[in-house]
């Protein structure tokens, strides 16, 4: 049976992540029974190039969580911060396509009005065979091989010997 986590006993869990040179801030709630999670660090803000104080998203932490769940937590806080840090640098033609700072209420706009659109091109279908069997596959299809009926493995699909996993007709 898991028991309740203080709030000190949280922050000891904390302390002991290190990433870089960020620090984790621990809020207390009392109100909704829920701690805070932050993490903060200075870096040149990318409007402006100025050093600022940054802070990431908040995290929620229990006080039911084990300390697996909070350290995992504090992990997700840092990939999620390093992704925010990623998308905002990350430019195509100069412009910030997939920057973390877009307002959703923008985006419903911008697809409202019919101004974007969705491009994909699905690679060429197989001349034979694979789709027939696995409509998602698009180059090749991975046997089920039955290892017990005989002493050489074959496919359950198409009776070929292990040795062979691929359809002759099938792209390698």
């Not at 974007?116 to 065979?129: I, N, V, Y």
Request: hydrophobic residues 30%; contains cysteine; charged residues 30%.
């Amino acid at each position: 049976m898991s028991r309740r986590l203080t709030f000190e006993e949280v922050k000891d869990i904390v302390n002991q992540i290190v990433f870089k040179d960020r620090l984790f801030r621990l809020i207390e709630k009392k109100k909704d029974d829920v701690y805070l999670l932050q993490m903060q660090y200075i870096e040149a803000d990318v409007k402006t190039g100025k050093l600022t104080k940054q802070n990431t998203r908040k995290w929620h932490i229990t006080p039911w969580m084990t300390e697996s769940e909070i350290v995992q937590t504090c992990l997700k806080c840092v990939l999620t911060s390093q992704e925010h840090i990623g998308r905002e640098h990350f430019k195509y033609k100069g412009y910030k396509l997939f920057g973390p700072h877009m307002d959703v209420k923008d985006l419903i706009h911008v697809i409202q009005q019919g101004e974007l659109r969705e491009s994909r091109r699905d690679p060429p279908a197989p001349e034979t065979g694979t789709v027939e069997r696995n409509p998602f596959a698009w180059s090749q299809v991975r046997h089920d091989f039955d290892p017990y009926p005989t002493n050489q493995n074959y496919c359950r699909a198409c009776d070929q010997p292990e040795e062979n996993p691929v359809h002759e007709t099938e792209e390698r």
